[in-house]
């Protein structure tokens, strides 16, 4: 099975741009979770999708949002880009098994805002 | 609120001296437990992770973690660690529901001196 993929890899922008981010996930997995992680603040939680429908809110302003497909295939958008948003955007798809569940990572995205 | 706490923000050893990295967590209720492993340039994968049964749990390239519910910890171990273990842990944790998100600690960088 292909894993987790993301486009595009790298992305360069500048503040008050938008960015959209794509992520799709291992076939047959429907959650979809977004991190940001950045050398200050490590790994948090942006939010996560479930059939089309956000089912977690991390703690970040309204200028990111996302979405999911019906195929399961992830977007996320920040809008009016600042400095402090350049950060590695990782997308993560969950397989819910007897056991539990676990997420699986994609490469990322590394955005940089100038 | 919940948290992840990973005390040791970067640890030194030498090659074959053993390894305890800690992750202490703050979650009420049943949880399941992850060891993350970022290699450098590379994405996050799964090393291993524990959601029920024996509490020491056997992962890839020779990791292992034992859950102690009594302390709220799961530690990652290596009897020998080798120069390719060069990398950033991240323990993390999340409820059993599959509608829990995933919290992650700050992450430990692990500096392996050949």
């Known amino acids: 099975k292909a894993g987790v993929t993301q486009t595009p890899r790298y992305l360069i922008k500048t503040r008050g741009q938008q960015v959209t981010l794509s992520c799709s996930p291992i076939?047959?997995?429907?959650?979809v979770s977004w991190y940001q992680q950045t050398p200050g603040q490590g790994l948090q939680f942006l939010f996560e999708?479930?059939?089309?429908?956000?089912?977690n809110k991390g703690n970040f302003p309204g200028r990111f949002s996302g979405r999911q497909f019906s195929n399961s295939r992830s977007e996320m958008n920040v809008s009016t880009l600042e400095l402090g948003d350049s950060a590695l955007y990782l997308c993560?798809?969950?397989?819910?098994?007897?056991?539990?569940?676990?997420?699986?990572f994609g490469p990322g995205t590394r955005l940089l805002v100038l | 609120a919940q948290s992840v706490s990973q005390h040791n923000h970067h640890v030194i050893l030498s090659e074959a001296a053993s390894l305890e990295l800690g992750c202490n967590y703050s979650?009420?209720?049943?949880?399941?437990l992850f060891w993350y492993v970022q290699y450098p340039g590379q994405h996050l994968q799964l090393l291993l992770k524990y959601f029920s049964g024996d509490p020491l749990v056997k992962g890839i390239k020779g990791f292992e973690a034992e859950f102690i519910k009594s302390k709220f910890s799961f530690n990652l171990r290596k009897p020998s660690v080798q120069w390719s273990d060069t990398a950033e842990y991240f323990c993390a944790v999340n409820g059993p529901s599959s509608a829990s998100k995933i919290i992650f600690g700050s992450g430990t960088r692990l500096s392996i001196r050949p």
């Open positions: 999708y479930f059939s089309e429908t956000q089912r």
């Open positions: 993560a798809s969950s397989l819910v098994s007897s056991e539990g569940e676990t997420q699986y």
């Open positions: 076939s047959g997995h429907r959650s």
């Open positions: 979650y009420g209720g049943t949880v399941n």
